[in-house]
Nanobody, 125 residues
Framework: QVQLEESGGGLVQAGGSLRLSCAASGGTFGRYLMAWFRQAPGKEREFVAAITWSGIVTRYADSVKGRFTISRDNDKSTLYLQMNSLKSEDTAVYYC??????????????????WGQGTQVTVSP
C-alpha cells in the first residue's frame, strides 16, 4: 500500500505559478498510474491531470490544458504538477491519487485507490 503526501501549495496572485509535489512511500511508485484532483469549497472533487507509469502519456481536464503540466520522477517516487497562468477559479485543495489498475488513464474519483491529504492552493484576483 502506498502513502502519498502533497506539498507546494500556497497563496499566489492571478497569473502566477506554483509547483506541487506528491511524495510516495510504502509501495512501488512506478507501478501506479498517478493523477491530480482538486476540490473547491462547496464543489465536488474533480479531475485535473493524470500520467502513466512511464510518464509518456498524460491527460488533462479542459480547464487546465495548456496551463498545467503533470510529470513524475520514478527514481524519486515523486509526482509533480506545474501550474502556470493561475486563475482565481483554480483555488482549491489539490490531491494526488494512485491507481493500481493497468491500462488507460481514468478521470473518476472512484477509479483511484490511494489518496493524499491534500494541499491548499489559493489564487488571489
Amino acid at each position: 500500500q502506498v502513502q502519498l503526501e502533497e506539498s507546494g501549495g500556497g497563496l499566489v496572485q492571478a497569473g502566477g505559478s506554483l509547483r506541487l509535489s506528491c511524495a510516495a512511500s510504502g509501495g512501488t511508485f512506478g507501478r501506479y498510474l498517478m493523477a491530480w484532483f482538486r476540490q473547491a469549497p462547496g464543489k465536488e472533487r474533480e479531475f485535473v491531470a493524470a500520467i502513466t507509469w512511464s510518464g509518456i502519456v498524460t491527460r488533462y481536464a479542459d480547464s487546465v490544458k495548456g496551463r498545467f503540466t503533470i510529470s513524475r520522477d520514478n527514481d524519486k517516487s515523486t509526482l509533480y504538477l506545474q501550474m502556470n497562468s493561475l486563475k482565481s477559479e483554480d483555488t482549491a485543495v489539490y490531491y494526488c491519487a494512485a491507481d493500481r489498475s493497468p491500462g488507460q488513464l481514468r478521470v473518476g474519483v472512484d477509479d483511484y485507490d490511494y489518496w493524499g491529504q491534500g494541499t491548499q492552493v489559493t489564487v488571489s484576483p
